[in-house]
């Protein structure tokens, strides 16, 4: 666990630094320099303006295109995610197995006690870092956005509803529902999971103040990405468990009848 919350953010904190070095107070336009300039934010700064034209100019329903689409795009991944947490899961009995066998804190046990997890995990193909693949990846996108949307006069400037999407949102309805669905987005995952872990569970009521905290002050266009991707991942969820459990019924369904 310790590994892979240093991986986790010793990435996060590599993209942080990356975005960090470019100058905010610069519009993006393709005279910007820089690799983060050129490769994240431009990009991501030209497709919402171009979602936006086909859609009445509305940049607020392009931010909501656009986070749909991303999120398709990761669907693969969320599902690799959702697989390698259950097997997680399933292995939680053994991996305590382990720990008590080998329980004692000096160097040589601890040793040997990673090296048989490691082979546990290799006994059931399960990748301990798989989870952690989706964060990643979703972290220069959150970056990029945020830059995208302070750097491009045509989104800051842009109204949608009743808030402004460049400035945040002044009736805090956003920074709540961010917060909320986050909330149901983590209790629905480990509602279907069967996740009993007591940190998990803590987590599930942290990480939603995490994001609101941010959501009161950062732009509402963030906010509004961080809605949309929650509600989508909640329909994701359900979906995603629903064809595992029809894939289990099918396969108990053949074991029956080869019997």
């Given amino acids: 666990m310790k590994k892979k919350l240093f991986a986790v953010s010793s990435l996060v904190l590599m993209a942080a630094l990356l975005a960090g070095c470019t100058d905010l107070n610069k519009p993006i336009n393709d005279s910007s320099t820089g690799f983060w300039s050129q490769w994240f934010v431009l990009p991501l700064s030209k497709f919402i303006i171009s979602v936006a034209h086909l859609f009445w100019n509305s940049y607020g329903l392009a931010i909501i295109i656009t986070t749909i689409i991303v999120r398709l795009v990761l669907l693969p991944l969320m599902a690799k995610q959702v697989k390698s947490s259950q097997a997680m899961q399933q292995l939680q009995p053994k991996i305590k197995a382990l720990q008590e066998k080998y329980s004692s804190k ?9 090296e048989e997890q490691m082979k546990l995990f290799q006994e059931h193909n399960v990748n ?3 989870g952690c693949f989706p964060i990643l990846i979703q972290m220069p996108i959150l970056f990029a956005f945020y830059q995208a949307i302070m ?3 045509q989104i800051s400037e842009q109204s949608f509803l009743w808030f402004q999407l460049g400035t945040a949102d002044h009736l805090y309805i956003l920074p709540i529902v961010a917060a909320a669905t986050t909330f149901l987005q983590q209790k629905i995952m480990m509602g279907r999971m069967g996740n009993t872990n007591p940190q998990m569970a803590m987590m599930m009521y942290v990480f939603p ?6 959501a009161f002050y950062f732009p509402s266009a963030l906010a509004l990405y961080w809605v949309v991707g929650n509600i989508f991942m ?3 969820t359900y979906i995603i468990y629903e064809k595992q459990d029809d894939n289990k019924d099918s396969k108990v369904a053949g074991g029956a009848k080869q019997k």
């Avoid at 103040?209 to 941010?214: E, K, S």
């Fill in 128 to 130: 301990p870092l798989a």
């Fill in 209 to 214: 103040i995490m994001i609101a905290i941010p």
């Fill in 106 to 114: 000096d160097q040589n046990t601890q040793k040997k006690l990673q």
């Fill in 151 to 153: 750097r491009t006069e």
């Fill in 234 to 236: 909640i329909f994701q």
